[in-house]
């Protein structure tokens, strides 16, 4: 029995240790992802008129809630440049179009596009954005950027003239923001500013934002996108069955012109109206396509969560089994420390959404939580049903 323990002993002390390295990487080692810094500079206001055209593409599909919400914003921008903004009703069993028209303007028109049936091969979205992107572009007069939106994200006023502006001044392939989720409740607290940190984890900003980094990265809620670029890598055919498909899009983007920046950052800005307080909202976000992210391999499935057990769960384990004198002190030192280093690097994000300090040490949970949304992601892969969302269902692929 002795020699059980003594054993355990030794396993806790090398995990302990290897959590302590993961997290002194993260911190110092990960282009700087969790100090949540990336955002559009401020600029001075310019009296100079926009000679830049938009073309506001929104896929919606049973979003009746927030649809007139997210026009009505689009049609109050203080933009100054040809605007058009065109929804594409995907198929919607609710009053998606009514609630859309209702909300254009006698100086922005609105367009509603009734979407066609979904094409094997492609997913809805990405089919809906495609049906969108041919209607702006059909005209002689061609837009110079595509704003390509979700049907439940609110922008203030000066939002596009930020970002036309950020893009005709840097010649910048495309500009996305990522919105700012509703963190109310308890499960919006714990898991939404979890989900912004994992994400710039995944695709530090950083990174993805200089053309020397293949890495590419983008919110699909809010992508402004050159649309001579979106021609370059033969337009959205090119992206057509994918879930994810802002950063896969993203990709294509930066790939079609490698000599060109891009730039994704955090924004005040633009807000999901998307409600998250209660827990499936969160959970079936990330099942939908945490398997897909994992490129369906189940020997990837297993190094995420082994990865995130010991990055997240053993310093917990160590700390906890010190002050219970079942582990040495330097057990729970390394426990310790990882553990100040991983509310360290949260407490930027946490302080984002406005939460306590405390909630800085709400990461190991968060993460548990995660773990179960990606083993369904991958459970229901594996019946077959795929990914799931607004009444549709992706066949495993």
Known sequence: MSFLTDLVSLDLTALALLALAAWLFLTWGRADFWKADVWLAPEPASPTAMTSSVTVVIPARNEAETIARTVSSLTRQTFSGPLRIIVVDDQSTDATAAEAEGAATNHVPVETVSGTALPPGWSGKV???????????SDAQQPDYILFTDADIEYRPATLDKM??????????????MARLDARGIWGKLLIPAFIYFFQLIYPFKRANTRYDSLAAAAGGCFLVRREALDAMGGLAAIKGEIIDDC?????????RPAHDTLTTLTHDVTSLRDNRALDSIWNMVARTAFT???HSWLALAGTLLGLLLT???????LLAWVAGSAPWHDGLMGGAALLLMARTYWPTVRLYGLSPVWAFSLPGAAVIYCGATITSAFRHARGSGARWKGRSYAAG
């Open 312 to 318: 997240f769960v053993v310093p917990v384990w160590a």
């Open 164 to 177: 036309v502006r950020k893009a005709d001044a840097d010649g910048l392939t495309f500009v996305s923001f």
């Open 293 to 295: 992210q994992l490129a």
């Open 248 to 256: 896969q899009l993203a990709r294509a983007l930066k790939h079609a």
């Open 127 to 137: 089919w809906a954005m495609a049906q969108g992107l041919e209607r702006a572009t």
